[in-house]
């Protein structure tokens, strides 16, 4: 049975990700329908864009990721189908899906414009229903993407503006809070890989972050590994730096939020 | 596979969502179950009403909608079964499935009293578990809606007492607001035929909303037909007047919420 | 097919929840999945372990149960396998799992330590994600128990501090709030066996419960029992004492929370 993801901004707390299953398994009643996550906060495309890039692969080959983060519904942005090593994506064209290709070669790219696969009424509100939902029901289905619309140049597709932070000249990454989780660990868009590679550089220095007037020194390997409410970096499970307070929440602690600067320097040891 | 949606006022926070669930497998473990919602605020039984009705039809037909939003569970209250329209509803006769039959034939309307299909100990606190749940199952694996319980006359099913919004002889339309969704756009109960049937009377005016010091004139396309934070008014997702604010929340920008009246009239454009 | 069923303390808010489900996908395409409840309160193993034990018993057997409540993870905690009553629990061995045991035979208990069950590569900080969500997917593909590790000796697991309240020898009945729900109840636990057992024993008298400076007297049959906004005491869906306002939230008129005292003596009716 294939396997149909979910991804929005819509919550829980209306229908509106209740209707888009009904909608799914009206045209397929044997997809698998999962929730990924609907809590993504509202018209936050980089957001977003992080969490399907960090999360699509623990999926069976073939899923197909629906992805509504569509402050543009109604205008004439596209919404597109790609193919991206054995899984599918369908979405809006207003970079949410950009992360994924940064490292991976994408298959297939598609501008879903044929409305034989939409809802016979389309709206101008809530393409989630109406396009984005039937169109995955039907790729499920084992629909042709070349029967959805017509071919896609991988280079007009829109990208977003905060890409993975990278080593800068001094020295030091500068990185962004993505996401505070639900225990307040404050999601960054430093890749481990680029942490590893800043310490090989100096390996008789260790990495530090600064919070207010705190100070983070070192990486944990478990949360465990500082005293109770000290503050820590890990790489997270998504893979990337994460800052955190055992068995505390690390947002509050550190007044440190969504959207703020993390910047990782070396120090003495 | 039969499809069950469930519609309720539990919330997510406890177990009672995820029981009523394990009992329907329990019943039938091929039931596809769906979260329509379960957010509806606590014992708001119109609120449910309006969201049900705007949903049911997006789903497969036989589809059998729960719907548990229960302030009289335990007392005796009927519970019922209603088809219409090849979908099947099983809820507490409380008016929360009264929207369904306004323009619609009711097909079969059962009084649930039948206990060989509840569980065998039956709580007073929780029928949503050991009544709907395993009688929803029940249907779904085809039992008769007249092995469930005894026939019930149409005319004495329950009614909410706030139906759709009707054009007032002062030629305006005096609605509610029924939801304030994730965005803080307002859902009304004021249907997209009755607006349009207001200004087909009177071709060369166009509807005015007055909120507070706020003013939103003429109908928008999208939400984005507006500048960002301004106000417009819309025809939702539910096929119902919105008022929504252009990447904005509408509800704490014009300290609107549910419940509150919006009045549309009709002014030069 | 073969239900999983999932309780964590993950919220809804990020994607955890929905990878664990890709996981167990990518492993059995045939499992159904259902979340049981994701709102433990951060790292509450008490909470978490009267939740299990009043719900597991409404899914089918075989339910592979997964309990993700883990402030351990990534230190030497184990994680257990262990079959109660024909269906499965997989858990770390902090005592969320002990009040399954308290009047029931453990049939079967495993450390998990076989890698070869685990994703190939397990973090310090997911192992909901990495071990348990794996794991669970297996046991649903039928890979026998003894595969997964080592047997265990049942007396060396580990149990909660707080089990069910028993009747102290002043006669009286000393429990603890465990949970406040999404109405504001309040969540004892206080089983209805030890009322009972109280007020058989002084049959003149009834059950009393004191807050602040109210008192409620006597059990309720239904919420509607008392007049609106008044207090009672009610037997609630987890065969426990529950603490309930008709129409009204008791955690927030009476000032009562998660982790309160309460007590119930016997007083003339």
């Known amino acids: 049975m294939p396997v149909i993801s979910l991804l929005t901004d819509f919550g829980n707390f209306d229908e509106y990700v209740g209707v888009m299953k009904g909608v799914i398994l009206s045209i397929n009643p044997d997809a698998r329908i999962v ?5 993504i906060d509202p018209q936050d495309i980089i957001q977003a864009a992080y969490l399907i890039k960090s999360s699509y692969s623990y999926f069976p080959k073939n899923t197909i990721h629906v992805v509504v983060v569509d402050p543009g519904v109604g205008t004439q942005r596209r919404i597109v189908v790609l193919k991206i090593e054995d899984h599918f994506f369908v979405a809006p064209d207003n970079g949410v899906l950009s992360l994924l290709w940064q490292n991976t070669k994408i298959e297939s790219a598609v501008n879903v414009n044929n409305s034989r696969y939409f809802l016979p009424l389309v709206s101008n509100t809530f ?17 042709p993407l070349k029967s959805l619309g017509s071919q896609l140049e991988f280079s007009h597709l829109k990208s977003i503006e905060m890409p993975f932070a990278k080593i800068s000249p001094q020295n030091l990454i500068k990185g962004t809070v993505i996401s505070v989780d639900r225990f307040g660990n404050l999601l960054t868009n430093i890749e481990a890989k680029t942490i590893f590679q800043l310490c090989r550089q100096n390996t008789d220095k260790v990495p530090v972050v600064r919070l207010g007037n705190s100070c983070v020194k070192g990486l944990s390997l478990t949360y465990q590994s500082v005293p109770e409410k000290s503050g820590l970096m890990i790489i997270g499970s998504r893979n990337c730096l994460e800052v955190a307070v055992n068995r505390g929440n690390a947002s509050r602690i550190f007044n440190v939020g969504k959207k703020d600067s993390i910047v990782v320097t070396l120090e003495n040891g």
């Open 35 to 39: 929730d990924l996550n609907h809590w």
């Open 127 to 143: 393409h989630g229903r109406d396009i984005i939902a039937p169109v995955a029901a039907w790729i499920s289905k084992k629909v």
